[in-house]
């Protein structure tokens, strides 16, 4: 089946410092992939879509200075989290499908804590 | 923005007991997929369905898609420890999937 690979599985780093998360798709070309924030017990709320080569469309509420996203090919998605803060410490999760339209393939998620 | 809210948001059952899931929409859904988060893992697709009043087995799991398309349901009949985990319904809005609020089940051994 489709495998979605994230990096890391998880971070810890110390406030003002910025974080890069990757996300590939390993054995599909993934037209689109998703990022994801989950707190503790919560359900996900999606923070952006990326479209390889144009610019990711973030949901209303996400700051688009401090989450950068990057898609640059078919097979990888990357997030950064500039200037990292205690709040923006949760579990990212990326997910991906292909130009098909099949069901979400996630990664394993980042959990990011910022001291 | 489309709201999916599931009830109920959480779940503990005696193993061998049945469990349901639902998930509501205020607005009509051209699909609803449903995944299993098991706690500190990631979410894992189960299913979809796509047809107004589909129902899809898995095993102990009956899937259903109201005839209104507005709601669906996640059954499990005779839960098992292994059926442990957060579940959630999701549907496709434009160009982007959203998650509904989920419920967390607890199997009691």
């Known amino acids: 089946g489709a495998v979605v690979s994230q990096h890391p599985s998880w971070v810890i780093c110390k406030s003002g410092t910025s974080v890069k998360i990757e996300c590939r798709s390993l054995d599909f070309q993934a037209t689109t992939m998703f990022w994801y924030r989950q707190f503790p017990k919560q359900s996900l709320m999606l923070m952006a879509t990326?479209?390889?080569?144009?610019?990711?469309?973030?949901e209303q509420g996400v700051e688009k200075d401090k989450f950068l996203i990057n898609h640059a090919s078919l097979t990888l998605s990357t997030l950064t989290v500039t200037s990292a803060h205690p709040e923006d410490s949760s579990f990212y999760i990326c997910s991906a499908r292909d130009s098909v339209g099949l069901p979400l393939h996630f990664g394993n998620g980042t959990r990011l804590t910022v001291t | 923005g489309q709201q999916v809210m599931q009830i109920p948001q959480y779940q503990h059952v005696q193993e061998g007991e049945d469990f349901t899931t639902y998930c509501n929409s205020s607005?009509?859904?051209?699909?609803i997929q449903w995944y299993k988060q098991r706690p500190g893992g990631h979410p894992v697709f189960l299913i979809q369905?796509?047809?107004?009043?589909e129902v899809k087995k898995q095993k102990r799991l009956t899937f259903q898609f109201g005839e209104a398309k507005k709601n669906s349901s996640l059954h499990i009949t005779a839960t098992q420890t292994t059926d442990v985990g957060t579940y959630f319904c999701a549907f496709t809005g434009t160009y982007k999937y959203i998650f509904g609020t989920g419920t967390r089940l607890k199997v009691l051994a």
């Open positions: 369905l796509v047809k107004s009043g």
């Open positions: 990326s479209n390889e080569g144009s610019k990711a469309t973030y």
């Open positions: 607005t009509t859904l051209s699909n």
